[in-house]
DNA sequence: ACAATAGGCAACCAAAGAGTTGCATGTCAA
DNA sequence: TTGACATGCAACTCTTTGGTTGCCTATTGT
């Protein structure tokens, strides 16, 4: 495995980290201020969060003036999946999820 | 979300528990001493590593005897890739990961 | 039966991590 | 050009966590 996986797994390991990638992921291209909003902590906090998710690249930035908007990049993700998935479990995981997903009701964490 | 899955990320967080994984997975239902050997921290380390893995759920375990068998179980990694990978982005991802595999050799965290 | 084997529990320590406050820099718009 | 806005940098605090040592319990095989 690649030396950043690291940098990635400690990246998604805090909620709330893992919160604004879920804001990415329903809404690409934020910026801080945006991510910002509605968040329970301070805005330098925000940043630390998301430098350690632009390092593991989970997130992928681009400069507008002096706006920076913050981009959700999947690759990483994909790589742990394939790290210990056997190809023959996987569609059985894959249908196990859409069952799964048709019957929880979203209680988010 | 359900609530355990940020045990399951709290439990890939750490490298040593990760290599823990990687060995049930080319190796699955080894016994505590067995998982112990070769590595580089006391057996109570690895103990502690192996609760938190359990209590994650992404190992089970069962007694036989005196000996404690280890069992991978993949369902929350499964998760966590259906979480942030896109419908239409995992055709594309698995195929670069196919490419990726071609190209680099191992040079394992 | 009893020594060796397989594992569990608790207290302790040092390092990493998440969050804060305060100040600095750079860009836009009037 | 200058004030307001968007973000960056640094020092400090408190909690979490990975690892250790020491001792206890249970199962096995001779």
Known sequence: MPRHVDKV?????DPSRRELLDR???NN???LGELC??????RQAVTKHLVL???A???VTVWRGREKLHYLNPVPISEIY???IGKFER???RALHQLKKGLEENSYD
Chains 1, 2 share one sequence.
């Open 37 to 42: 909003e509605g968040l329970h902590m301070t």
């Open 53 to 55: 998710l632009e390092a």
């Open 24 to 26: 990415l992921h329903a």
């Open 91 to 93: 569609h059985r995981l």
């Open 82 to 84: 394939e790290r210990w």
């Open 29 to 31: 291209g934020q910026t």
């Open 9 to 13: 797994f400690k990246a998604l390991a």
């Open 57 to 59: 690249t989970l997130v």
